[in-house]
Nanobody, 122 residues
C-alpha cells in the first residue's frame, strides 16, 4: 500500500496550491479519502474528506469555502485545491484512506501518506 502526496511548497498569503495524492496497493474506490495536517507544535487535525464515490465531501470549519477536495477513481488520485491561503494553513499535509466511510477521525484511517509541507508566508 502506498499513498504518495505531492504539490506542497511555499505560497504567498492569499495564494493557491493544489495537493495531489496517488494511491496504489488497495482498492481505491472502496475507500473514503481524507486530508489531514499537522502544524509545528500542534496536534494533527482534520482538513477534508470525500466518500468513495466522490458524492459527499466534508471540510473543517477553518478551510470551508477556501479548500476543495476531489477524487478520480480511474486514476486513483485525490486532490486538495487550496485557495486564499493563510499563514495558519502552514503545516505538513497528509492524505489518508479509510475503508468504506469518510470520517473526520484520524484513528479511522488505516493508510497514510508521507506528508507534504505547505508554507504560507508574506
Amino acid at each position: 500500500v502506498q499513498l504518495q502526496a505531492s504539490g506542497g511548497g511555499l505560497a504567498q498569503i492569499g495564494g493557491s496550491l493544489r495537493l495531489s495524492c496517488v494511491a496504489s496497493g488497495f482498492s481505491f474506490d472502496d475507500y473514503g479519502m481524507g486530508w489531514f495536517r499537522r502544524a509545528s507544535g500542534k496536534e494533527r487535525e482534520f482538513v477534508s474528506a470525500v466518500t468513495w464515490s466522490g458524492g459527499s465531501t466534508y471540510y473543517a470549519d477553518s478551510v470551508k469555502g477556501r479548500f476543495a477536495i476531489s477524487r478520480d477513481n480511474a486514476k486513483n488520485t485525490v486532490d486538495l485545491q487550496m485557495n486564499s491561503l493563510k499563514p495558519e494553513d502552514t503545516a505538513v499535509y497528509y492524505c489518508a484512506a479509510q475503508k468504506g466511510l469518510a470520517t473526520r477521525s484520524p484513528e479511522d484511517h488505516g493508510y497514510w501518506g508521507q506528508g507534504t509541507q505547505v508554507t504560507v508566508s508574506s
